[in-house]
């Protein structure tokens, strides 16, 4: 399993802190008395007004109703005039007591918020001094930077710049303690197995083996981890692939250096009906900076001259120089000596003509998945003519390895010569740097870690993974994919031009039948799919049956072990017709539950980007065992990388699949898209052998950002992203000026499957934005009012919802062979490309309120929140965040033939 760490604790609570914390909790229990008094009472005090001389009506008992109906303490006046009645009325009574501990905990509150501020901007200071916070900020941005640097200068005493910087310091502060993305030394990234069944459980009050000493040791340790056998983390630090490939590309715009190149030919290049069919690539670049792959399908006649190129350059994976091409074909010509020089330079023409076309491209003299790659591009440019140049690329090569090493105090300046000499050795050749972070880092523990105690039950896991594979929408648009292959070729049939497919498939499935996360049917009639019948049905019934499960408090829903069994026994044949892998990405909570922060697609795509940085070889075997119990036939792996280093991995089993025939491999021309009629699903086949493939893809590049002609191969093993969230029941409640759905968090087993949250209308969160100045935010007091109202925790995570119906996914996991979305989706896509992500609050830290306004404003679509859970926060010892990654594998159901009314007339 992978285990990401924040590579610094979150600062223990100071004693102001906790103190503040515990007057707000009970400022809201007493407010939340109140309210609940409230109606009680001012129907109490309106019937009494009708019975009461008209002068007491006006002069106590209006004025008090119109103060319980207000949430407002009675003037001191008007507490004089009451008398008897407190004894008289006991709710009222109760109220009265309940103002009065009101004021007097607003007023200690109001007291104690300045000291409480002070504590937590000194350990905001000390964090900004951490060595590895200031080797992450450092990689951030120089303005970042600075600001960090200002703040541990001031020691918690910020002056007017630093008061202005403030919620951008403590945004990051709190990147680098509550969450565990993979980014420099914000995460330290560890490997461990899953513990032996003989391993006795470790207490979570019982600390392991101190962590290793250069990850910042507490009291409060992480429970369930030996981080000492992980070793002393190591930073690993490389260039950006996309500035590595720029700057071939630049490389090869010299001047006559096109012809000396060497060149292959194009993606998915094809002789078809005395005609050339290869794809023409346009990179891009999306919303979020990464890398975008457009093509179009070119088709163009096949000449002899033509189809001699075509014939030479499949002989060579490496690729063939466009000068040799000229001159070979000039041999192949054969014509008298007069006439030779002609023959050249039409040949020249021709070759300047594809290349120009793209039909040829140019070839990098390593792949970009050399680790050494820039220092291949500097020997290149040796070779080539530009020594000066080469010298300048191998120290840039040389500095961008020794960032690993080098401390938070000099990083910045080191950082931006890297920088700098990116942008000079484009410059030299004409060109101009890709908006690119110029280096990236990666921090491991070398070794495996221990784990001493069992993160989750297995039963509670595998209940999971048949709910995740219920849920699954991937699956669904598989399904739609194999109706619409079928309809498109006939059952049993071949594709062998899969870019051409997967254009078609772009127009979408609109016409077919689609099933909503509850069961819902939607769009084209059932009838053309009938088989999401059933899975509508029994989603549907899950659906229902979780949420009147009996066990709802109004806080947590509960899924029945008897009703998960019951539900994966009726999985329809096809959802287990090939294997499935879902990552399960979760926290630990105090009582030892396993709270989940996503479930993702498996199969190692999260850990296998580290296996080759990490030092002890046996865990990279070990991914590929598990993955090959589970995959016993052939197997293919296709990694592209288009420029984006996440998409770096290792081949771990089979064989590469791919464009690049120097890895070896299949070459992914070659390939064919085959409905299989024994599994009733859509294959790849590799032609030659007969063989079907099980590829594997794990990068992180979105689907929508490659090639469509890649689809298959990016979805054949496809899980998708899993919600569950909506199993959960529902509420909606009224408070200041608006309503909010609040849902339930759910649970199975011992584990926390969704937070509770918590989707405000406009009303509502046009008051809760309105709290407080912009520039000092809410007050602790003002806050505890809004928890009152709304039932919050006092620790939270702010997100922005989608304004679109549908809240559809992030890119990253929409499903590969899903048509391009309509424009309505693109809309949510990019959406969710730009939303800002989850951010923490404390809302008893004075030193949090203050920055919530500029949080806020970050958000520009609807307000939700959630729960933070476990708290990251509140503890009275230095506080360590673990997320530990799980991953779970089912593997296929034993073969069928499916006897459907279209693979009955079949031909194979």
Aim: charged letters at 25%.
């Amino acid at each position: 399993m992978l285990i990401r760490l924040t590579a610094v604790d979150l600062p223990a609570t100071g004693p102001a802190g906790r103190q503040l914390r515990r007057l707000q909790d009970q400022l809201v229990d007493r407010l939340v008395e109140c309210h609940t008094l409230g109606p009680e009472l001012t129907d109490e005090l309106y019937r009494l007004g009708g019975q009461a001389p008209a002068a007491y009506r006006r002069s106590v008992l209006l004025p008090l109703r119109r103060d319980v109906h207000n949430g407002r303490s009675p003037a001191g006046d008007l507490r004089a005039q009451l008398g008897d009645l407190p004894g008289r009325i006991p709710a009222l009574g109760r109220w009265l007591r309940a103002r009065a501990e009101i004021d007097r905990l607003t007023g200690a509150i109001a007291a104690g918020s300045d000291v409480a501020l002070t504590e937590e901007r000194v350990a905001l200071a000390t964090l900004c001094g951490s060595e590895p916070f200031g080797r992450a900020v450092a990689l951030t941005s120089p303005e970042l930077l600075a600001a960090v640097q200002r703040t541990a200068a001031r020691g918690g005493e910020p002056d007017a710049r630093g008061r202005k910087s403030e919620p951008t310091v403590v945004r990051y502060a709190l990147r680098a303690t509550t969450r565990t993305s993979p980014l420099s030394w914000f995460t330290v990234v560890g490997w461990g197995s899953w513990p032996d069944d003989g391993a006795l459980p470790l207490s979570l009050t019982e600390p392991p083996s101190p962590p290793g000493r250069d990850l910042p040791t507490g009291p409060e340790p992480v429970a369930g981890l030996d981080l000492a056998a992980g070793g002393k983390p190591v930073a690993v630090t490389r260039p950006p692939a996309g500035l590595v490939a720029s700057l071939f590309l630049a490389g090869n715009s010299r001047p006559n250096q096109m012809l000396r190149t060497p060149h292959r030919l194009a993606p998915g290049t094809r002789v078809q009906d005395r005609h050339v069919v290869f794809y023409r690539e346009h990179p891009t670049t999306g919303a979020d900076g990464t890398p975008v792959i457009r093509e179009e399908r070119v088709r163009m006649p096949l000449r002899p001259a033509l189809a001699a190129i075509i014939r030479v350059l499949r002989a060579a994976p490496g690729g063939y120089p466009p000068e040799e091409l000229v001159a070979a074909l000039g041999r192949r010509a054969a014509r008298p000596a007069a006439d030779a020089a002609a023959a050249e330079r039409l040949a020249r023409r021709l070759i300047t003509q594809l290349c120009d076309e793209r039909m040829l491209i140019p070839v990098p003299p390593t792949t970009e998945h050399d680790p050494a790659a820039l220092a291949a591009i500097a020997d290149w440019l040796g070779d080539t003519g530009a020594p000066a140049l080469a010298d300048h690329v191998r120290q840039l090569d040389r500095d961008i390895r020794s960032l690993a090493e080098v401390d938070a105090a000099r990083r910045g300046q080191l950082v931006r010569r890297i920088s700098a000499g990116w942008h000079e050795a484009l410059h030299r050749l004409g060109a101009t740097a890709p908006p690119q972070a110029p280096v990236t880092e990666d921090v491991v523990l070398p070794r495996p870690v221990r784990v001493t105690r069992r993160p989750a039950e297995t039963a509670d896991l595998t209940a999971l993974t048949g709910l995740a594979l219920l849920f699954d929408e991937d699956q669904v648009l598989r399904r739609l994919l194999r109706h619409r292959f079928v309809e498109r070729y006939g059952p049993g049939a071949r594709c062998t031009d899969l870019g051409q497919f997967f254009a078609e498939v772009g127009t979408g499935f609109g016409d077919l039948p689609t099933v909503t996360s509850d069961g819902a049917l939607a769009g084209g009639p059932i009838a053309q799919v009938p088989e999401l019948a059933q899975l509508a049905t029994l989603r549907q019934e899950v659906t229902r049956a979780v949420r009147a499960g009996g066990e709802d408090d109004g806080v947590e829903t509960v899924i029945r072990d008897e009703l998960v069994a019951e539900a994966v026994a009726a999985l329809p044949s096809w959802l287990r017709a090939r294997p499935v892998s879902y990552a399960f990405f979760g926290q630990h909570g105090p009582d030892g539950s396993l709270h989940l922060n996503h479930i993702y697609g498996g199969w190692g795509r999260f850990t296998s980007r580290f296996l080759d940085l990490f030092e002890d070889t046996g865990m990279r075997a070990a991914v590929a065992t598990q993955l090959r119990r589970v995959l016993p036939g052939r197997v293919a792996q296709f990694r592209p990388v288009h420029g984006f280093n996440a998409n770096l991995h290792p081949l771990l089993l089979g064989e590469d699949i791919g464009d690049d025939q120097r890895l070896g491999g299949l070459d992914l021309a070659a390939t064919e898209l085959v409905h299989d009629l024994a599994s009733d699903q859509i294959r790849l086949l590799d032609p030659v052998t007969g063989d079907l493939l099980d590829v594997l893809y794990l990068g992180f590049l979105a689907p929508p950002a490659l090639p469509a002609r890649v689809a298959a191969l990016l979805g054949d093993l496809g899980t998708g992203e899993v919600g569950l969230h909506h199993l959960a029941a529902t509420r909606t409640v009224s408070g200041p000026d608006g309503q909010a759905v609040i849902r339930n968090r759910l649970r199975c087993g011992r584990i926390v499957v969704a937070r509770r949250s918590w989707r405000f209308d406009d009303g509502a969160e046009k008051h809760l934005r309105g709290l407080g100045s912009p520039s000092a935010g809410p007050s602790v007091a003002a806050v505890a009012g809004l928890r009152a109202a709304w039932g919050l925790p006092d620790q939270i995570f702010l997100n922005q919802g989608s304004r679109h119906i549908g809240h559809p996914p992030a890119p990253s996991t929409r499903h590969p062979s899903a048509p391009p979305p309509a424009p309505a989706t693109v809309a949510g896509l990019r959406e969710a490309v730009t939303r800002p992500k989850p951010q923490f609050v404390d809302l008893s830290s004075p030193l949090h309120l203050r920055c919530v306004p500029r949080w806020l404003g970050r958000i520009t679509g609807p307000l939700v929140i959630e729960e933070a859970q476990p708290r990251p926060a509140g503890h009275d010892r230095p506080h360590r965040l673990a997320e530990l990654v799980v991953e779970t594998y089912l593997p296929a159901a034993p073969r069928a033939v499916h006897h459907t009314a279209e693979t009955s007339r079949a031909e194979p």
